[in-house]
């Protein structure tokens, strides 16, 4: 039988595990009305994006409705509480210039505050790939966690956590466009089959200029490979036949041999290529060269 979905609250945004965690009272936490100048910003915050628009229509839904639920606090020192989760909500109620908000107060460490705003956050939906993978090394620079112990945590398979975590090889700019959800997750792990970052950029522009599709950009991708292919076989080639004598050397040699032969020349050295269609046609090359 399907798992039937959990409802409103923060049940509906926090794994099972997690939840737990965080709905498991210890002696310190509760709920309380907190004025808002109490309240800093949590150092760990994954979410670095903020639209104005959508916190200007949570700012008009809370005003109609008030708090579906609260945001998620620890406690500071001198009378002051630290963000946790619900940072949408906090500035939501600052533009409605509110005094007090509702919160729950967690006796939590910082990796406890970390990975509580990163759940929230992913399971909401709201960190961009870009920020993922940012908060994602921020558990392994920080507080030691393994890709399995991340993909474990956010109920995550581990190859779809290194995949989100690669996303930060590629350039700052093409981060950026990522950010402004101008490029796709799938464009960008596309995108890190290419090994030149000037090629990055270049194919990121084109992805954006013309609204290519992934699938566009894979075949763009597979015809340069394909191309690329060609042309190092055509110099290849082309490095054979450039010398007269190393190309009557070649053709000597095939004609001794009973077998193609290729002479590739560089500046200094060269190397010769013989080839050979079967075992037993190796061993009657092996035998003319000792004849020889």
Known sequence: MEK?????????????KINKQILDFKPGDGIINLKITQIVPNPY???????????????????EKGFIQPIIVRKQAEGRYELIAGERRFRAANILQYNE?????????????????????????????VEQAQAYQELIDKFRFSQEKIAQAMGKARTTINNTLRI??????IQEYIRKNLLSFSHARTLLEIGEEKEQISLAEKIISSELSVRELEN????????????????????????????????????????????????????????????????RILRVVKNK
């Open 4 to 16: 039937k979905a959990l409802g409103k609250g923060l049940s509906a945004l926090i794994p099972e």
């Open 45 to 63: 915050q994954p979410r670095k994006e903020f639209d104005a628009k959508t916190l200007q229509d949570l700012a008009a839904s809370i005003k």
């Open 101 to 129: 908000i509702p919160a729950i107060i967690k006796n939590v460490n910082d990796e406890e505050s970390l990975e509580i705003s990163l759940i929230e956050n992913i399971q909401r939906e709201e960190l961009n790939p």
């Open 168 to 173: 930060l090889k590629l350039p700052q700019k």
């Open 220 to 283: 763009i991708l597979k015809h340069k490979r394909s191309f690329g292919d060609k042309a190092k076989e055509k110099k290849r080639h082309a490095a054979v036949g450039s010398d007269p004598y190393v190309s009557a050397a070649a053709e000597e040699l095939q004609h001794i041999l009973g077998t193609k032969v290729r002479i590739i020349q560089a500046k200094k050295r060269g190397r010769i290529e013989i080839e050979f269609y079967s075992a037993q046609d190796l061993e």
